[in-house]
């Protein structure tokens, strides 16, 4: 069983940066990946971003990547979700996810945070 908490959301100026936290508690196995999705009231589940837990293989959406930046911090057993330049349009509710997810990197997330809203101020 895996536990996900997610932190550093908040609210920030368009063109600001934030980083986001995942946190997970219980051990990760190495076929796993973390991977953050973003949602608003407005639209589905968006993927953002993901990292293959056992060999830290990266992988963001087209239009994420120039922004976007997905890292790990073994040590503590977290994921980071790096965003700059924020707009607006990012404003979201941020989850963290993680599972044995398939080649698209979109599907199996078996197990899920709380999310974390960020909100982008013009």
């Known amino acids: 069983q895996v536990q996900l908490e997610e932190s550093g959301g908040g609210l920030v100026q368009a063109g600001g940066s934030l980083r986001l936290s995942c946190s997970a508690s219980g051990q990760i196995p190495s076929d796993y990946a973390m991977g953050w999705f973003r949602q608003t009231p407005e639209k589905e589940r968006e993927f953002v971003c993901a990292l293959y837990w056992g060999s830290s293989d990266t992988y963001c959406q087209e239009s994420a990547k120039d922004r976007f930046t997905i890292s790990r911090d073994n040590a503590k057993n977290t994921v980071h979700l790096q965003i700059n330049n924020l707009r607006p349009d990012d404003s979201a509710v941020y989850y963290c996810?993680?599972?044995?997810?398939?080649?698209?990197?979109?599907?199996?997330?078996?197990?899920w945070g709380q999310g974390t809203q960020v909100t982008v101020s013009s």
């Open positions: 996810a993680a599972g044995p997810i398939d080649d698209s990197w979109y599907y199996g997330y078996d197990f």
